[in-house]
């Protein structure tokens, strides 16, 4: 049996995004991306910016991931499903979803970016375990999918990862139990590959930008399973691409 452990969980993050950190957050924000706009890479951007506020490391690192370029917001946007013909198959960025959701479950951070997806602060760094919610996390893909009629899931996930083949076991088990077929890959560029397809299901921001098309999947699941997470999000309305 898998041990209990809450995903993502850094007991300073309640300091770090609570009210008063937000403010500087959210002043922050509105600079990288008004930088950003203006030519200004997010390295730079968020280096000077984050000197100028004062601001830690891992606030620094949820900025980088929750701010993009208003071009880069347009385009995903425009690429973004939200709903699918019965019998379409999806192709799902396999670690990048689970803990997505693994940390939904845990009740830890989980970020709300301007692209309206949902990311974390976890980091794999060529490391995963299963934990005790990882079962359920697959099994909510796997009722999500079923509700929008999919006829094949193809999970990609990284062959450098610990545990890649724990996980691919575990997918195939649990989605056993429902009416489409499921496939897991694991491969060396999952990236690369997802990249140059259509109907992706991921959180990543370099993926988003060169798939063809892809499905909000994680926020789907977590806005309804979860209603009320608390997001850390900004608040500005500048945010609300369209």
């Not at 999918?145 to 450098?160: G, I, N, Q």
Request: charged share 25%; hydrophobic share 40%.
């Amino acid at each position: 049996m898998a041990k209990i452990v809450r995903r993502g969980y850094v007991p300073s993050d309640e300091k770090e995004f609570g009210t008063q950190a937000m403010e500087k957050i959210q002043a922050a924000a509105s600079d990288i991306y008004y930088l950003l706009n203006r030519g200004y890479n997010m390295k730079s951007a968020s280096v000077f910016t984050g000197n100028h506020y004062m601001l830690s490391e891992r606030q620094r690192l949820a900025l980088a991931r929750m701010v993009s370029p208003e071009k880069q917001l347009k385009v995903r946007t425009a690429k973004c499903r939200t709903a699918l013909e019965n019998g379409e198959t999806v192709y799902i960025d396999g670690f990048n979803t689970i803990i997505t959701l693994e940390i939904a479950l845990s009740r830890t951070t989980l970020l709300k970016c301007m692209d309206q997806t949902l990311r974390d602060l976890a980091g794999l760094r060529g490391t995963y375990s299963l934990i005790d919610k990882t079962p359920e996390a697959v099994h909510l893909i796997g009722a999500a999918l079923e509700e929008m009629a999919v006829s094949e899931a193809v999970f990609y996930m990284d062959a450098p990862v610990s545990n890649t083949g724990r996980l691919a076991a575990c997918i195939h088990t649990e989605l056993g139990l429902y009416s489409f077929e499921t496939e897991t890959e694991v491969i060396n560029n999952v990236d690369s590959v997802l990249s140059g397809l259509g109907n992706v299901i991921t959180g990543d921001a370099i993926i988003l930008d060169k798939c063809k098309s892809w499905i909000n999947l994680a926020r789907k699941i977590i806005d309804k399973e979860f209603p009320g997470y608390p997001y850390v999000e900004l608040q500005n309305g500048l945010y609300n691409i369209k």
